[in-house]
């Protein structure tokens, strides 16, 4: 397994001895209604703040990963655009929420899109720029997933060609 795809991995462990961690300290039900609660205006501000502390208390503060990650969320407040959550999915499981999907934002950082760039093989990924690019490339696992969406949207236009004909 090479360093970028071990980056993750870590995390995802470290993710989840915390959670085990924090229900055996305060019980399943605690944690879960902690987890659950959102504000009046629908953002789940708790766990956006409980994946920000899981993420302080990683143990291996040289991961590029994290460090990107802890960037990007001191940008903004708990529960703000990017939320914790939603960077989380991007830069660790590789995708983005339903609820931002729609948002023309940044795949990377979260930023408010004005002028939308795609990567130009795979049509999926959404960038502010050059910088978040590289990133999502060379730190993130873009690398990966650009090639499993351009097969599936390649197999999707052959499986709509042929049912053309």
Known sequence: MEKEEKEPQALKMH?????????????????LKLLLHCREDGVAES???FLRQCLQDYPNLRSQLLREMVATLAKTPPGGPPSAVSLFQQMVFGKRS???????????????????KKCSRCKQ??????????????????RKLCKIWTTIRDAEKDTKTTSER
Do not use: P
């Open 125 to 142: 990924a959404l960038y502010c720029g050059v910088e978040c690019q590289t990133l999502a490339w060379t730190v993130g696992n873009h």
């Open 98 to 116: 339903e609820s931002e999907e729609a948002l023309e934002s940044c795949s990377v950082c979260g930023d408010l899109i004005t002028s939308v």
């Open 15 to 31: 993710c989840l001895s915390f959670v085990v961690e924090r229900c055996a300290k305060n019980g399943v039900d605690a944690l």
């Open 47 to 49: 766990l956006d703040r």
